[in-house]
């Protein structure tokens, strides 16, 4: 059974980094698509950046480019995200996701992990 656990959630001030971590139990094949998705209070789930093996690609979304880097250790079957420079507006719940596929991007993830929360104060 595959199973994502995330880990580096926490309170930071804003233009302070954090870094997040999601380990990956089950799975240790290298095609993949996984990405990290955040979700605001009241606010719908959106997605942050996703990487994928299969075709190599990662993408962003608009609001994170130049400040977020995803990246990826097989060896130890960690996906993670890098966040600097972070704004109070960046405060969500961050779930990392994966689905077992050559493309890759931010819809029909079939894996989920139950979220690491970053709180970023003013």
């Known amino acids: 059974q595959v199973q994502l656990v995330e880990s580096g959630g926490g309170s930071v001030q804003a233009g302070g980094s954090l870094r997040l971590s999601c380990t990956v139990f089950?799975?240790?094949?290298?095609?993949?698509?996984m990405g990290w998705f955040r979700q605001a209070p009241g606010k719908e789930r959106e997605g942050v950046a996703v990487?994928?093996?299969?075709?190599?690609?990662?993408y962003y979304a608009d609001s994170v480019k130049g400040r977020f880097t995803i990246s990826q250790d097989n060896a130890k079957n960690t996906l993670y995200l890098q966040m600097n420079s972070l704004k109070p507006e960046d405060t969500a719940m961050y779930s990392c996701?994966?689905?077992?596929?050559?493309?890759?991007?931010?819809?029909?993830?079939?894996?989920w992990g139950k979220g690491t929360l970053v709180t970023v104060s003013s």
């Open positions: 990487l994928g093996t299969g075709v190599p690609t990662t």
């Open positions: 996701a994966a689905r077992f596929s050559f493309s890759c991007d931010f819809y029909g993830m079939d894996y």
């Open positions: 089950g799975y240790t094949d290298s095609t993949y698509c």
